[in-house]
């Protein structure tokens, strides 16, 4: 008010239009100003990380470099809004949705069949809860076009991701064998529970538990939040599989590759570390503690 003629000659008209003038800011925005900042951003997007995930990474790797770090407000409004864009607006396919403006999200429902001698997510041992431990999985299936997918597997304490094909469909019996070949190729340690939904496609649990040793847990109906870790992923792979693609032709080469690049993301969750560089702590530690032993 005492910048605006004070309480007799204060105009709300008036008052409003000068702070119009006052707050803008013909500078240039921070990318702009650092092409340093600017290449760096530009090749996080090209990788399809997100602004989130841009602006964590670079408060770690560049923490005593003020003019290397950015606010992921900053980078999405460089993307979307025309008057401040200083990055290349082809960048915005990189992002997950490939929208152009933000808009909130829609929860999908989906229906689920019955499963014989399941396990409810009540008996989980409280070790998967408060994911201290490695080696308690999230899994589920991720639909293409023309009834078509591929497997995905998440583990709960490092959010380190597994992609499997599922070339002839997925009937009860090729998801649990293609299902037990993947989980197969972890070590032991590794190798201690998974958790799915109530879809059809689970119904060969118990021959599934009975080859790999890994007791699976059900979710709740109508309850994907039980398993947040692999519903995020599978947010995340829509970025590679767009809904309405087949996936029919997708090969097991592709879907590493994909899960190569999700591992080596940074995740907040994680102090801004990527699910590979927590996986390989896991790793070394239960070596170091083994070797311990052995001696």
């Known amino acids: 008010m005492a910048r605006n003629g004070g309480r007799v000659g204060y105009r709300a008209a008036e008052a409003e239009q000068a702070c119009l003038r006052r707050r803008r800011r013909p500078k240039a925005s921070k990318l702009a100003l650092c092409p340093r900042l600017r290449a760096e951003v530009e090749a996080r997007l090209s990788l399809r990380w ?27 409004l460089s993307l979307f809004v025309q008057s401040r864009g200083a990055l290349r607006k082809e960048l915005t396919r990189h992002l997950r ?13 989906s229906g689920r069949g019955q499963i014989v001698d399941k396990i409810m997510i009540s008996e989980r041992p409280a070790e998967v809860a408060d994911r201290a431990v490695p080696g308690h999985w999230e899994g ?28 002839n ?46 007791a699976v847990f059900f979710c709740d109906p109508r309850s994907p939040w039980q398993r947040g870790s692999n519903e995020n992923t599978n947010g995340l792979l829509r970025q590679y599989f767009p809904r309405g693609r087949s996936l029919a032709g997708v090969t097991q080469d592709e879907l590493d590759r994909v899960a190569d690049e999700l591992n080596g993301r940074p995740r907040q969750t994680l102090g801004w570390h990527s699910p590979a560089q927590k996986l390989a702590e896991f790793m ?11 001696a």
Request: glycine residues 8%; hydrophobic residues 35%; charged residues 20%.
């Open 50 to 76: 997100s602004p989130q995930q841009i602006s964590g990474f670079l408060k770690v790797e560049y923490a005593q470099d003020p003019e290397m770090q950015i606010s992921h407000e900053t980078i999405y």
């Open 97 to 109: 949705t490939r929208r152009l403006v933000r808009q909130p999200r829609k929860q999908l429902s």
């Open 140 to 167: 589920d299936l991720l639909l293409g076009s023309k009834n078509n997918g591929i497997g995905t597997l998440v583990e709960r304490s490092t959010r380190y991701a597994m992609l499997f094909t599922l070339p």
């Open 169 to 214: 469909g997925f009937s009860a019996e090729r998801v649990s064998r293609a299902l037990a070949k993947t989980v197969m190729t972890l070590p032991a340690s590794l190798r201690r529970s998974l958790t799915w939904d109530q879809g059809p496609e689970m119904a060969d649990h118990v021959r599934f538990t009975i080859d790999t040793g890994l």
């Open 284 to 294: 070394e530690q239960s070596s170091s503690a083994g070797g311990a032993t052995t």
